[in-house]
């Protein structure tokens, strides 16, 4: 029967959180989270949910420490490769962004987000070489046409924690 309860008021804890969130309180859902880890320190779903949260709030070198330490311990998790390489990409470090994404991909090779993204920074790496290349070599007419046809502005999607 205790066991029980301890799942219950972890529910509790954790459904505390959502409501923060649901309702704009990203401060107060972090320090909430920070309450729980301090119980829980090695729980990765409150680890990864805490480095979604400090991304929200615009801490992305506190949100990228959160996922290179759960990423260490616990690299069998896709979701948190993927939110790295959102945040490597939302820096313009591409590579990096698409060898998370592909770390993802060994991870959880059915993993749909990763894919979407890593087709989003494949995307942002062709314009980058295409604009390179007529930079290079302006009279080169194959390249206008190849650039048009990239979208200006393909961005992964935010860092999520687990469905």
């Given at each position: 029967?205790?066991?029980a309860s ?7 804890d ?10 704009g309180?990203?401060?107060q ?5 920070d309450e729980?880890?301090?119980?829980r320190p090695?729980?990765?779903q ?8 400090l991304a929200?709030?615009g801490?992305s ?10 990423v ?11 939110n790295?390489?959102?945040l ?6 591409l590579e ?6 592909d770390?993802a991909l060994?991870a959880?090779?059915n993993y749909?987000l990763a894919h ?5 920074v494949?995307a ?11 930079d290079?070599?302006?009279?080169n007419?194959a390249?206008?046409?190849k ?6 502005a393909?961005?992964p ?7």
């Open positions: 029967m205790a066991l301890i799942v219950t008021a972890v529910r509790a954790e459904a505390q959180v959502d409501r923060l969130l649901a309702a309180e990203r401060t859902a972090l320090a909430h989270l729980l880890l301090a119980d090695r729980d990765p409150l680890r990864l949910r805490k480095g979604v949260v929200d709030l801490r070198a506190d949100a990228m420490a959160t996922f290179e330490a759960l260490s311990d616990h690299p069998e998790i896709p979701e948190v490769h993927n790295m390489a959102v490597h990409a939302a820096e313009g470090r990096l962004a698409r060898s998370a994404l770390a060994r959880n090779p749909a979407h993204n890593l087709g989003d494949y942002q790496l062709a314009r980058r070489s295409y604009q390179r290349a007529l290079l070599d302006p009279s007419a390249l206008p046409p650039l048009a046809s990239l979208p200006e393909v961005k999607a935010p860092p999520r924690p687990l469905p």
